[in-house]
């Protein structure tokens, strides 16, 4: 079945630091799936996701540090919560919700993390991804950008410019998309901004599609089960 996938995007000030509380996207079930990736400005130099929640990618660069996790959700939650090394300084949060039915269920999503220097205004779009849990499926890619400075996404990879959402927040930024494609692997090409930026860092996430089932008269015809 296709993905069901909602975001919620946060802005969060440095008076909050060490601990920025996040929101998540509206009625969160049992067994949703939950993707963050928070973008700190150059003085944060590392997160911590509070338990439930497991890290990705952790990566910090000069002009500042982007992180990703994952919360496999009990059900009801409307927060998450990170706790942030360094010195104070403002944070975004993208956080996305891909519904119980829509994902695998007990593969874990995989991802990783490219640092794109100073990218000037064409940041790339992460590194190939090729999740070894599972192989050529219907996978949900998602891609995150944290950006050090104000510029803005105009462009996005190849085939993720329909979902594209982009906040900044002073001095730090973050952009996230989506898109399901049935691969092996994923590259995605690169971002475009409509001015240079200090640094960023790219993240792929790739979600595992639940598994087909079949009814009874399908499965008698298919010759399985």
Known sequence: MPFTVTRTTTELADTTFPVYTFNLPADVAAGDLIIAAASGDNLITSFAWASPWVELTDTDIAAGTTSSAYLIATGGETTGVLTAAGTADQVVVHALRITAASWHGTTVPEANATDNGVAADNPDGGASLNPAGWGTE????????????????????????????????????????????????????????????????????????????????????????
């Open 138 to 225: 219907a996978t949900l890619w998602i891609i995150f950008l944290g950006l050090s400075g104000a510029a803005n996404v105009t462009t996005y990879p190849t085939g993720f410019d329909t979902n594209g959402a982009h906040t900044i927040s002073s001095s730090t930024g973050m952009a996230s998309s989506w898109l399901t494609e049935t691969a092996a692997s994923k590259d995605p090409d690169a971002y475009l901004l409509d001015s240079a930026t200090n640094e960023s860092v790219s993240v792929v996430v790739a979600v595992r599609p639940a598994a087909e089932t079949f009814s009874a008269s399908r499965k008698f015809l298919l010759g399985i089960g």
